[in-house]
């Protein structure tokens, strides 16, 4: 069996109706009767457009005629006008077809902007889950390659497949009524051999495509994750096991580009041995009609006139399918990425979070990442509205999970978490979102202003509120001192601020959000001991007045807490005020002890 005939065609061809069905809305949406118009309207000037050119060659036949002395044009234009009817013809054809192209614009490039923003949008509303599982630059090229294969697609299956089977017909129609049935026989038996050939090949190029995708991507996403962490690279000089490990993927690509680069050569070459079997076969009639006196010279350049009319999109047929198909593959992948089912989803008529004081309750908690490992193990706790409750315990231990169930980056598994009352299940997502502040241990900042990443926590902040914010993050003077101010750059990531500017810039964006629930995940466990005192002062200040959760590893931070839960192995092993739980002597004060010692070593 031949390599391009096995189930993966059968797949690809599934896939690929698939794919159409799924843009077909955007070309013909009920919503927008100027897109409808705007494709009739291309269809109607593409139609002309064929018409003029299967008919210019028949020009050419009489400019011939009429030059050889064969005969005389019924149209009494004489060897000069015909030239010129044919030159205008040809420029007419050109000029419906670069109309054609400007009216269907508008309707594939909002099918393109529409698509792209479903995607983006869809890519937002998936879990953590799949974005921690997957792979951020192999998910940046699906899209992109996704998004190019709409544009191509719209082009090229509406203006080049239909308009070629349309010309393809009318020149049959042509031959068989002006000269003889053989010439259509030839010309239909050299199509379909054509078209067989191209569309087999091509399917299993397809194949080879995909497999040279799938190592770009890979070679994409290993160079992606090498420049993030740049610093990583330099501290453990590791640039030449990043190249070599680099280079590996890049072997992969460059033998399935190879692959794909032969498998090229043998379409174009079986392609061009039945394009001129066929026209010689076609010519040789001609030719044979010329000698026996039933044709015209002009006869014998009209037919050799319209082989190549045709033989010209059948060349491009095979890049345009070939194309087309890469198109509908790496659509595909996108539309398997917008038919990804998003874990968490907002009930039917969901209401929003309604926030009276932003008591927090934790009843019989039980929640794993995965199902044969539990990591909460009913959890029960209770945060007054106003107060601060710090959550410490080992690495492990799930402090950092809580925080994450509470966002509702994941559903629990067992129990309920509510806010004054509210199971956040029963409630949407944003307003959920939108009662809650977060500060994390490592605050990623936009590749902007910084500005513009504190008016993050707000939209359509003001200036005031924005410098406001700043202030009460205890960070608007060393903006003030930078030469640009608030319009300063802090690279990607934020990798211009140190550790200490980027969570103030994180506390200010999360003040200027104004939440009434306050989260903070280890919010000053990478700093030095000097700026955790400059932060938590700044973050005493956020949590007047909110509910705040505080996950911490330095018990320093949070002695002045109302409430200390010491988690164990996905349990609470104590729970009391810092006071209450040093005279406990339990795992609080061994670990009061243990870092109290530490810092006097140190």
């Not at 009319?309 to 990425?337: A, C, H, K």
Request: proline content about 2%.
């Amino acid at each position: 069996m031949p390599p391009f005939q096995d189930t993966d065609a059968r797949e690809a061809r599934f896939s690929g109706l698939r794919t159409i069905r799924r843009v077909a809305p955007y070309l013909w949406p009920d919503d927008q009767s100027w897109v409808k118009r705007r494709v009739v309207l291309s269809l109607v000037i593409l139609v002309l457009s064929k018409l003029i050119a299967v008919y210019t060659p028949i020009l050419y036949k009489g400019a011939v005629d009429s030059l050889a002395g064969d005969g005389v044009s019924t149209l009494a234009l004489g060897a000069v006008g015909l030239t010129v009817a044919y030159g205008l013809a040809r420029l007419m054809s050109v000029g419906f077809q670069q109309l054609r192209d400007a009216v269907f614009a508008p309707v594939g490039q909002r099918a393109l902007r529409r698509l792209a923003l479903e995607t983006f949008q869809h890519i937002h509303r998936l879990s953590m889950r799949y974005h921690i599982t997957r792979k951020t630059g192999g998910l940046s090229r699906i899209i992109e390659r996704g998004v190019k294969g709409v544009e191509f697609l719209l082009r090229f299956l509406i203006f080049s497949i239909g308009p070629l089977i349309l010309e393809l017909l009318l020149v049959g129609i042509i031959l068989t009524v002006l000269f003889d049935v053989w010439y259509l026989v030839i010309v239909a038996v050299t199509i379909a051999l054509y078209v067989a050939f191209t569309f087999a090949v091509t399917e299993w190029r397809v194949k080879l495509r995909r497999e040279m995708n799938d190592q770009d991507t890979d070679a994409n996403q290993k160079a992606i994750d090498s420049l993030l962490n740049y610093e990583t690279v330099k501290y453990f000089g590791a640039e030449s096991r990043e190249a070599a490990r680099y280079d590996v993927a890049m072997v992969g690509y460059e033998s399935a580009a190879l692959k794909t680069a032969y498998s090229l050569a043998f379409l174009n070459f079986g392609q061009s041995l039945l394009i001129t079997g066929g026209l010689i076969g076609v010519m040789i009639l001609a030719a044979l009609g010329v000698q026996a006196g039933s044709l015209t010279v002009g006869d014998f350049v009209m037919v050799n006139a319209y082989m190549i009319q045709i033989t010209v999109p059948l060349n491009f047929l095979g890049t345009v399918y070939r194309e087309i198909r890469q198109s509908l593959v790496d659509m595909g992948e996108m539309f398997d990425l917008l038919e990804q089912p998003a874990e968490i989803t907002d009930k039917a008529g969901a209401p929003a979070l309604k926030v009276n004081g932003g008591e927090i309750t934790l009843s019989g908690l039980h929640f794993g990442y995965e199902t044969n490992r539990e990591i909460l193990k009913g959890v029960d706790l209770s945060v007054p509205a106003g107060q601060t409750v710090a959550i410490v315990g080992a690495t492990g231990s799930g402090k950092s999970t809580i925080g994450r169930l509470l966002f509702r980056f994941y559903d629990v598994t067992g129990g309920a978490l509510r806010i004054d009352g509210q199971d956040i299940r029963d409630v949407t997502q944003d307003s959920l979102h939108a009662a809650i502040g977060v500060v994390p241990q490592d605050t990623v900042l936009f590749n902007d202003t910084i500005r513009y990443n504190i008016a993050y926590g707000r939209d359509g902040a003001t200036q005031e509120q924005i410098e406001q914010a700043a202030r009460d993050a205890q960070i608007h003077d060393f903006i003030e001192s930078l030469p640009d101010g608030y319009e300063t750059a802090v690279g990607e990531r934020g990798l211009k601020l140190s550790g200490g500017e980027k969570q103030r810039v994180g506390i200010a964006r999360t003040l200027l959000k104004d939440p009434p629930i306050l989260l903070l995940d280890e919010a000053t466990s990478a700093l030095d001991s000097e700026t955790e005192r400059d932060i938590k002062d700044a973050l005493d200040r956020a949590g007047e007045g909110r509910t705040v959760i505080t996950i911490a590893h330095r018990l320093s931070t949070i002695a002045e807490a109302d409430q200390i839960v010491v988690l164990h192995q996905g349990e609470i092993a104590e729970q009391g005020t810092h006071e209450e739980l040093l005279a406990r002597e339990g795992r609080y004060a061994n670990l009061w002890n243990r870092q109290q010692s530490d810092q006097e070593a140190a």
